[in-house]
């Protein structure tokens, strides 16, 4: 369903949306990605934000509002693996690269023949035993192309470096300890040589980190934990968080109980942007272990929150927890666009994130500082955020108590959103947020930390939020901090966007349709029926006969969709974490599937 700006107002007031942080100024020049950051569009896509300000945006417009109705299938790969496809391809020097998941194999595809027939591929061979520690689905998100290397991640626990024209391994670096609960998940980034790699693992109990690794060799660098001792995070003397309470020494051991810090979670699963000119890397931590809150009391720091480092040794130079003592599985390892706007005459860098917790956060990216933070989705578990403190302000009914039901918590554990990246258009000055109405039901009770094993302390049941749709597209004015227009579906919105210069709106459902929007109205231009659910990134480049192309993996799977890859039973509304409850008619809609489709223009 099409909501105008005026039909999502009245949305907004009947559920009772409130957008409760007054703004300290008047925005006053549209919002562009910096140039060092987001540079002029080569027809590539080497790494999957498809450039270090993460707008996931191409300035290819060969395929516009005008002429989308035409698009067509213009070749598809069987990967062989149906389980979540959360990948985007990438495309670099007329080859296209796909990693799966699980068992991770790489495959390229060779561009400049017909049909784009299979150049090489690659198996690393992953250990069985990693999808016991997998505890959403086997997923991977992508690999990165650099200087003549495919580098991408295993479920495992390892970062391993191809040769990108023979698929011929250069190293491989084992990082996880599958033993403890880790996995790797995440798409790596490359900054100055640097590759740059998270952990998963949060509901295993493991330690969170972030490390790099030397682009060459594969030798590890420095590694920077989230819990811990200030040297085990990496923060020194130059360490000048904007808010009070993310000052103090030690902090990643005084704000837990005894050593839960060891156990603490706060992985790096998610998303990493940079800045050139200011050479800062920007990336999320995730939540604190366990789900249940009343073990951990205090913020546990550094979970659920944004870190600026630098690139070269891993220190920290500033530091904002989104969501203090993470009461709901929050996380904060979502994407970040990197923007400037003025704001009272003066210029801004800041970085937008729409956030778990439902609230759309501009944070200035030098300092910390939270500029504003608007609810972009209906949550009843805050009522904004503190700008003076920083602090979220949290509805107290609606925090989680051992051995008590706490209903119609929203948003869910998965947030408002959840991994899947939005994009961002600077000639609409929208972005374009993919996102969930779901909410949940949620009983605490005692756990007790095995290496190895879950380690959460909940029950949690979700369910569909007001309305009764579960997903939603909506593309926000950055600008005017506001919904323009909305897109409801019947299932959580589970892909990415992509935007372009077009004017188009690409996303994909869990039921497998592949759809364009009028990126300025919303109004639907194109769609195509998938033989999957979709849950990938799509991406767009240009071939080497000069088409422009547009690329998304259908496979349905992840958190929302393991109902359906996991082929869990629908009268278990507990399975995979409480999601199977919001999603017992999904095997009705969709079955599992592991295909990449290429569209182009007759």
Not at 70 to 98: H, M, R, S
Not at 185 to 198: F, N, R, S
Not at 332 to 338: A, K, Q, R
Not at 431 to 446: A, G, R
Request: aromatic content about 10%; overall charge negative; hydrophobic content about 40%.
């Amino acid at each position: 369903m099409y909501l105008s700006l005026s039909k999502f107002s009245f949305v907004i007031a009947l559920i009772g949306i409130s957008f409760a942080v007054v703004y300290p100024g008047n925005i006053q020049a549209d919002p562009n990605p910096p140039l060092s950051a987001a540079p002029k569009d080569d027809g590539q896509w080497s790494m999957p934000a498809k450039n270090y300000a993460s707008t996931r945006y191409t300035d290819l417009q060969q395929i516009n509002r005008n002429n989308v109705a035409d698009l067509d299938v213009t070749f598809t790969f069987d990967t062989g693996i149906k389980k979540g496809q959360e990948a985007a391809p990438i495309i670099v020097n007329d080859t296209l690269y796909i990693v799966t998941p699980y068992p991770n194999k790489v495959f390229a595809l060779d561009l400049t023949r017909p049909g784009a027939p299979l150049k090489w591929k690659y198996d690393p061979e992953t250990l069985p035993a990693s999808q016991g520690v997998a505890c959403c689905d086997v997923v991977n998100r992508g690999g990165v192309y650099w200087e003549g290397k495919f580098i991408f991640n295993t479920l495992d626990g390892r970062t391993i470096a191809l040769n990108a024209n023979s698929g011929e391994e250069i190293w491989a670096t084992q990082l996880g300890d599958i033993h403890s609960g880790e996995s790797i998940t995440m798409a790596p980034l490359v900054v100055k040589d640097h590759v740059l790699v998270g952990n998963s693992g949060g509901e295993f109990g493991v330690r969170g980190w972030l490390a790099a690794l030397n682009v060459n060799d594969g030798e590890v660098e420095w590694k920077a934990f989230h819990t811990g001792p200030d040297e085990d995070v990496l923060i020194g003397e130059d360490f000048e968080p904007f808010y009070a309470m993310d000052r103090g020494k030690d902090l990643g051991v005084s704000t837990w109980p005894n050593d839960a810090w060891k156990t603490g979670g706060g992985t790096a699963w998610g998303w990493i942007s940079y800045d050139p000119d200011l050479d800062l890397i920007y990336y999320g931590t995730a939540n604190p272990g366990p789900w249940n809150a009343e073990q951990r009391p205090g913020d546990n720091k550094w979970t659920a929150g944004i870190f600026a480092r630098d690139p070269d040794d891993g220190s920290a130079k500033w530091f904002y927890q989104l969501t203090p003592h993470d009461a709901h599985d929050y996380d904060g390892v979502n994407e970040i666009i990197l923007l400037d706007m003025k704001i009272d005459g003066e210029e801004r860098k800041v970085l937008v994130r729409p956030e778990r917790n439902g609230f759309l956060y501009v944070i200035d990216r030098v300092t910390g500082e939270v500029i504003s933070a608007d609810a972009y989705s209906y949550t009843n578990t805050a009522n904004g955020v503190n700008l003076e403190t920083g602090r979220l302000r949290v509805v107290e009914s609606k925090i989680p108590t051992t051995g008590e039901e706490i209903s119609d918590i929203c948003p869910a554990a998965s947030g408002a959103k959840d991994w899947n990246p939005s994009a961002y258009s600077p000639k609409t000055g929208l972005l374009y947020i993919p996102h969930q109405n779901v909410c949940m039901d949620w009983t605490s009770h005692e756990t007790n930390y095995i290496a190895g094993t879950p380690y959460i302390g909940a029950k949690v049941i979700m369910k569909p939020g007001p309305g009764g749709h579960r997903g939603v597209l909506t593309a926000w004015d950055v600008l005017g901090r506001e919904a323009v227009w909305e897109v409801q579906e019947e299932f959580p919105l589970w892909s990415g966007s992509l935007a372009t210069a077009g004017g188009l709106i690409f996303y994909g459902t869990m039921d497998g349709w592949f759809k364009a929007l009028d990126a300025s109205t919303g109004e639907l231009l194109w769609s195509f029926k998938t033989n999957s659910g979709i849950i990938g990134q799509p991406v767009s480049y240009q071939s080497p006969d000069g088409k422009q192309h547009i690329a998304v993996l259908a496979g349905v799977g992840g958190w929302a969709g393991a109902i359906v890859s996991g082929d869990l039973d629908p009268r278990d509304p507990t399975a995979a974490l409480g999601y199977v409850g919001a999603m017992t008619d999904l095997k009705k809609a969709t079955k599992p599937g592991g295909t990449l489709y290429v569209f182009a223009l007759p």
